[in-house]
């Protein structure tokens, strides 16, 4: 069994199988997670016989990047290698006052968005706790990173178990500790799951919604056939007057809604309007996400005075709206064309596994 990506709940269910203290689970994770133990051997400790038991039983596998491009703009696109080759990419972003991880949570994706090139791949593996975390632990900038977004490939209600694992990691105290405030996980509005994550995280959460009416979605969200936005909206809508998380006065944090700007088809200021109906009575923002193109659509980007002019409608609405600024454009890390790419085909080497930061380890294998 793999130790590396396990949350502390089932640390403690290992532990207490081998007939020892729960306080056991709480120091093999902070070997995992804060002390960065590349082997069971390393953990020194734990009783040597125990140590001796568990290297044969056990294993701390987690991904090494296999390559890095860096655009213009300063963002790096790392390229992770799931079992059967299949490719999984993070992007790593730098602004004046924060360094953004983009994870991926999926190898590809089965949502079918319309405008994204990742959606072309289709779904070929949902990644493990181990192989979502590796993305931070083995970054050779992990402790410049302030800000992480499940934003890269896949959708993480897709692969919900797992995500929820990844995060208990990253937000636990024996783990990497890092705040749910600086963590958002992006999703198209999956039930039950959304609630799950609700219940079960602190966490930032964005909802790619695209379009508020149906007949407009579904052409570009085919998944709105499986998930309508309206149910999602209700399920929001109740929970926001009952004050449940993630809304202002239970200590969570922000909610927000996605829609990617695309020529003629929804930057209109009616559908500006739409939306500020659909929203109407939920704490959130909005986030308009300039598209980025790529070879084989009809898409094309909204003009600048196209997004303003819809920004404009949700402001005197009293609507937070932000545009969001596109970057890593020429490395095909900007958002929705992370297309897991083979490593072979980037332009730069694999990073260097003796730079400070990089963990050793081995590639995981399949989710255990």
């Not at 493990?128 to 931070?136: D, H, N, P, R, T």
């Not at 932000?322 to 980037?346: F, K, P, V, W, Y």
Request: proline fraction near 7%; glycine fraction near 8%; aromatic fraction near 6%.
């Amino acid at each position: 069994m793999n130790l590396f990506g396990l949350p502390l709940s089932d640390l403690v269910d290992l532990v207490r199988s081998h007939r020892l203290p729960d306080y056991r689970a709480r120091q093999v994770a902070q070997w995992l997670y804060r002390h960065h133990a590349d082997t069971v051997a390393d953990m020194t400790n734990l009783p040597t016989e125990l140590r001796e038991t568990w290297a044969d039983e056990h294993t701390v596998d987690s991904p090494q990047p296999q390559s890095v491009e860096e655009s213009s703009d300063g963002t790096r696109r790392y390229t992770w290698v799931a079992p059967g080759e299949d490719i999984y990419e993070s992007a790593v972003i730098p602004e004046e006052d924060r360094l953004t991880l983009c994870v991926s949570s999926q190898a590809g994706c089965r949502i079918g968005c319309k405008f994204c090139l990742t959606a072309r791949k289709g779904l070929r593996w949902n990644l493990s706790s181990a192989e979502i975390l590796g993305q931070y632990r083995n970054l050779p900038e992990r402790e410049e990173v302030t800000h992480i977004v499940y934003m890269g490939m896949g959708e993480p209600l897709d692969n919900t178990d797992e995500v929820l694992k990844s995060l208990s990691v990253l937000n636990g105290e024996w783990g990497y500790a890092v705040s749910p405030r600086r963590i958002t996980v992006s999703t198209v509005g999956i039930l039950p799951d959304l609630e799950h994550l609700l219940d079960r995280s602190d966490v930032n959460v964005a909802v790619s919604l695209h379009a508020a009416r149906r007949e407009e979605r579904l052409p570009l969200v085919p998944a709105e056939n499986r998930h309508p936005i309206a149910t999602t909206l209700e399920l929001l809508r109740h929970r926001a007057n009952l004050r449940l998380p993630p809304f202002p006065g239970t200590g969570r944090r922000r909610l927000s809604f996605e829609v990617v700007m695309l020529d003629g088809v929804t930057d209109r200021p009616d559908q500006a309007e739409a939306l500020r109906d659909l929203i109407r009575g939920i704490p959130s923002r909005v986030n308009l996400i300039p598209w980025n193109s790529f070879p084989g659509t009809t898409f094309r980007p909204s003009s600048r005075q196209a997004i303003e002019r819809y920004q404009a409608v949700l402001k005197r609405a009293g609507v937070t709206a932000t545009i969001r600024e596109s970057r890593g454009q020429d490395i095909g890390a900007a958002c929705g064309l992370l297309a897991g790419r083979h490593h072979a085909e980037s332009r730069a080497a694999a990073p260097d596994a003796g730079t400070p930061g990089v963990a050793a380890g081995r590639l995981s294998g399949q989710a255990e």
